[in-house]
């Protein structure tokens, strides 16, 4: 199927909202509003209380610009989920390291009901991050062992468990109860769609390096992800 004719962009559209979780962005956040409005008629940008005026843009922007509670980006999506209008959700990273062209490939599953939650796989589509570095080693190892366990415990195949390019049902996404504040919300919505039986599957998407601004996750926290398995396990 072609993703990118103008018919599939237009159904996709009109049933999308778009949230885009960000801080401290103002590089890029104008170049993103404008290539994800061509896949939703609703983009929503959740702002982490940035001061290199990431907010005045989006406000230009002619979108729905949020300020969270500043507790972090699980937070951010969680306000997000409560203000759409539309069917199905899409999250995408505001660092520029995912591609909206994708977006097509995330929520036509879900519009044929063939699933619940679609997931853009780093496995299946690559990503410029994987590099023979420590940190890169521990993150890809602990994702690894983080994705194993999830597996074991509900039969499933999952690939990426941790990439937030994804696409919900809102109705689903309201019905999880989720209540991380930080990156691990990625790995919640998983866990908990597998736990009240919901479908997740999974679409090839490349991951490029950051374009602009600089990580909010640091490798050091990375034991929260455990301790998120371990809670929802």
Not at 91 to 106: C, Q, V
Not at 126 to 133: A, H, R, V
Not at 152 to 157: A, G, P, V
Request: proline content about 2%; aromatic content about 8%; overall charge neutral.
């Amino acid at each position: 199927m072609d993703f990118g004719t103008e018919s599939i962009k237009q159904k996709v559209r009109d049933v999308t909202s778009i949230i885009i979780p960000c801080k401290n962005e103002s590089d890029g956040i104008a170049h993103l509003i404008e290539e994800v409005k061509k896949y939703g008629n609703e983009v929503i940008i959740i702002d982490g209380h940035s001061t290199d005026g990431t907010y005045e843009i989006a406000k230009g922007m002619g979108v729905k610009v949020i300020q969270d509670d500043g507790h972090g980006k699980g937070s951010g999506i969680r306000c997000g989920i409560e203000h759409v209008r539309n069917d199905i959700i899409v999250f995408i990273d505001a660092d520029g390291s995912h591609a909206p062209e994708d977006i097509p490939k995330l929520v036509l599953p879900i519009l044929e009901n063939k699933s619940d939650m679609v997931i853009g796989s780093r496995m299946y589509g690559g990503s410029d991050e994987y590099e023979l570095t420590i940190d890169s080693f521990i993150r890809q190892v602990g994702s690894a062992f983080i994705t194993l366990i999830i597996n074991l415990r509900w039969k499933t195949n999952l690939s990426d468990i941790e990439n937030g390019f994804r696409a919900i049902k809102t109705s689903v996404a309201k019905k999880l109860g989720l209540n991380a504040e930080w990156f691990d919300i990625e790995q919640e919505m998983v866990q908990k769609c597998l736990k009240k039986g919901y479908r997740i599957v999974e679409v090839p998407s490349h991951e490029y390096r950051r374009k602009w601004g600089k990580t909010k996750l640091l490798t050091k926290n990375g034991y929260i992800f455990l301790f998120r398995l371990l809670r929802d396990i």
